[in-house]
Each structure stands twice: as C-alpha cells, then as structure tokens.
C-alpha cells in the first residue's frame, strides 16, 4: 500500500506546515499571475506581506469559475491566472463544457506528481493495496480523473479499466477476472445493481469486497449507501475531486464517517456562507460551501476558488489515525432550492424517500413549479416504485410526511411505475428545471 499518511501528525501541526506553504504560494501568485495581480490589489493586497498566512485568508477576495473563463482568450486559451511557461507544463486537461466552452486545466511535471499522490491516499483510505484487483469504469480521457486513475499505479494493485458504457463487459469483468474493489459513480453503481438483476447475475455474492464510490453526491447519504451495500455486498466509500483544484482531494476511509482531506499539504480547505461570502470555522458539525485554495501549484494555482460543494465537516479524531477534517458533500449549491426559508437539496430528499426501500425504486426527480431557486410549497417531487408495486395513496401520503419532518418542507409526491425515471451509466439527475 502507499504511504497513505496513517500516522498522521496533530491537524494543528498540519497548518503550521501549510502556513508556510501558503505564504510562499501567494508570492508566487503574485509575481505571475495578471489575474490574481489584478484581483487582489482590488481588494487592497499588493504583496505576500499584505495578505498575511492562513489565519487571515479571509482577507482575500474568493475567486469564482466564471471569472476565470472570463479571461480566457485565442491568444491564451488556459485564462489570465496561468503562471507557467509553455515549457513547464506537461499536461493540460479540459472540463467537459456542459455550460459553455471547456476549461484547460494545466499542470506542471510537479502538479501532476502532486495529484497522483493526493489521489492514492484517496483510494488508500478506502483499504486497497498492493496486489489486489480494481476495475475503473471512467472514461477518462481528456478530463482531470485521468490523473486520479495514475494513481492505481502508485499504489500497486492491478488496474483493469473498462469504461462506461457497457455494462455486460462491466459484468463479465467481474466474473472472469474477479476483483475485490470498483470504481464508478454512485448512479452507476445503482444502475449496475439493476443491470445484474435482469440479466440473473449474483453482484452480491461476486469477487467485489469494496466499492468506490465518486463523481457526484450519494454515497454518503445512509439509505443509499446501505441500498448499495446491498445490491453489491460490498462495502462502499466515497471520494470527492474539484477539476480546476486537483481528482480525489477527499477519500473515507473504512470507518465511513466523512471523506479525509487526503490532499493536505497540497490543498487549504475553507468553509463559507453561500449568499454573504462569510468565513465558517472549520469545526465539528461546520456546515457551508466548500472554498480551495492551492498551496504547492505551479501551472494555474488558485486562491479561495468556490467548489460550489455545499459540505459538513466533523474534526476529531478518527478510528483510522488520520487527523484530517472529514468531510461530507451535502449537495451542490447550484442545485439548492428555497422553499419558504428552508434550504433544500435533492440528494436530501432522495436520501428521505430511500428510507422507503424496498417500496420503492430509490429514483426520484424533484421538479420545481417556477423558475429560479425560492419555490411555493408544496415541492413536487415524482418518486419511482419498486419493481412490481403499484402506487398506493398511502405509500404517497407516507412519503410526503417524512419529507416534511425530516426537511421541514411540505412536498407533493407523484408516484410512479418501476422504469419511468431515467437510469444513467454516469451521473444522475435529480433536478428537472
């Protein structure tokens, strides 16, 4: 196994040490990137000295996505924030462009060695090692998880990728070459399950002994993770990467109590309120938008970039030895609706109608009545039934009540027929505007 930092030092030694780092980061931002030169002398700080260490971070200005793509050009298509020569940059990797035009994320010879090496204690805290077998269902390509797969190199198991996509060859994988440990998406992974149900094939009682989970929020949410474990009788964690910061940047570990920072050292975590921009205390039970900021980068570093990753933390100490704050991803801020004052996430009400399984499927579509985040309750929310049930007003009234003590949110819930909502071999949607 790689040295995965078990016997971790004391948090507060941790920082003292990125403190350091910090500092120098900064006046490195500062002597080449336009974008950060500009930037914070809007906000008053024209030198490394001026910005002070980590204690005072939340004197800098967050940086937002947009605002970087807002200086790319045809001349320089990275954006204003890049700090590298052409000859020092070794890697570029681009987002998928969903919203608009790709992102180009390059790296250094150092960047990359630093990723790979967040990313393997990442999957080392899940508990694979050296001379196991793991099969990757990423179709990696242009994008950042292409470096996090590097990462099975450094810790030595045997990696069989096979890709999204086809779901036979997935399982035939798993019967031919029996690995103990795959990686996909937490939507995958529940697809998969349905998958081997149709075609008669045993999941729970394959070679698989670990399930690691990433890509998007879920496989921390309780119900859905037990309804995994289930289907695939396996253990499942999670791991959690930003593109524009750095793939696998959190990984849980077996106590299953929250994703490590397993990217320290490299990777300053903050938290803040969504609206105001306001600095949370990274403390026990912390909840707020996760904030990044690049501590050893060399390419394209950046300073309090908002993941958009509305996360909780715990902080003591965890069974595994590790001192790292732990995380959990609640969901994505752009997602979040407001209903009458109440802050409320899809994956938290799917998260409330697993708890109804095995009535129902686990598939569920929030569909907002009106445009824009606030909402008039009550929230329709269309949830799929097992396979075989039929709708059933009580099963429906059931649903809505729960929401509504558990989220504080009054919901209408439209039941409907196993196979209606859309299965994806990648991410799952969860919000229909």
Known sequence: MVASDVAEPPWEDQFALDDASYREQVSY???????????????????AVDAGGLEQIARLPTTDKQELKATAT????????????????????????????????????????NWVTGSARSYSASGVGRGQRLLST?????????AALAAFDRIGVCHIPVGTGNTDRVLLAIERLRPEAVVLTPSYAAYVIDAAAEGGVDLAGSSVERVLVAGEPGGGEPAFRSALEHGWG??????????????SLLGECEAQ?????????????????????????????????????????RAAPLLRFRTRDHVRVRTGRCTCGRTSPRIRCIGRTDDMLIVRGINIFPSAVREVVASF???VSGYILVRP???????????????????????SPTLAQAIAERVRAVLVVQARVDLVPWGSLQRSEYKSKLIDH
């Open 29 to 47: 931002v500062l002597q080449r990137s336009p974008f950060y030169r500009r930037k914070l002398a809007g906000a008053g700080i024209e030198s």
């Open 74 to 113: 045809l001349e320089n298509p990275i954006g204003a924030h890049l700090c590298a020569s052409d000859s020092e940059i070794v890697r570029i990797y681009s987002t998928s462009g969903t919203t608009g035009t790709p992102s180009f994320i390059p790296l250094t010879a150092s960047d990359l060695d």
């Open 138 to 146: 990423y179709n990696a390509g242009p994008f950042v998880a292409g």
């Open 234 to 247: 396996a253990k499942v964690t999670e791991a959690m990467g930003v593109g524009d910061i750095g793939p």
């Open 257 to 297: 109590d929250g994703m490590h920072l397993c990217a320290r050292g490299f990777v300053h975590a903050e938290l803040i309120e969504p609206d105001s921009g306001k600095a949370i205390a990274l403390s026990e039970g912390a909840a707020g938008e996760l904030v990044l900021t690049h501590l050893l980068h």
């Open 357 to 359: 399984l095995p009535s």
């Open 369 to 391: 009545g009106q445009p824009g985040v606030r909402q008039d309750p009550p929230l329709p929310v269309t949830v799929e039934l097992a396979r075989g049930a039929t709708a």
